[in-house]
């Protein structure tokens, strides 16, 4: 076997790493953004619910979720009010973002790491928003957004490998 195809295989090997990487921390999310959306309905309809997550009085996810904060990240109701089509739950708004890194994991091109980089780097300043609401404003410490903040995080970096790589595949082709 050529000096080129061992290269050829080892960077094709390398991006299926990087890619079950993105397809599991996106897996994670959505469980994540499901658990998150039926701790909201459950609450919703029976103000007695106690999710698995409410573990005190400080430390109580369905309270977060149930805030004005939980529904459109505290802005689309300002903006376009409360009852705008667009003012959804923040699990909605997760579950569509993860459903999009999860098509994008598939593009391992130069456009495909571009746009998935920069979805990771708006995600990841919604976690650093909420995060500050979370604590600083609601004053609460939730579970589940913490480690929703952990998984994209997770997705940024890996998304920079993942741009790095097409980056460098990039400029090999221009050679």
Known sequence: MSKKKNKQKAANSNSIYIRSFILLLCALGMGLCVYTLHVEISKENDKSYTAYCDISDLISCSRVFTSRYGRGFGLIDRVLGKDSILNQPNSVFGMAFYTFQTILAFNSGYVGSVVQLVASIISNIGSVYLAYIL?????????????????????????????????LVESKKKR
Request: charged share 10%; aromatic share 18%; hydrophobic share 60%.
């Open 135 to 167: 604590y600083f404003v609601l004053q609460d410490f939730c579970i589940v957004c913490i480690s929703t903040y952990v998984v994209n995080l997770l997705l940024l970096f890996v998304s920079i490998v993942k741009y790095r790589r097409a980056l």
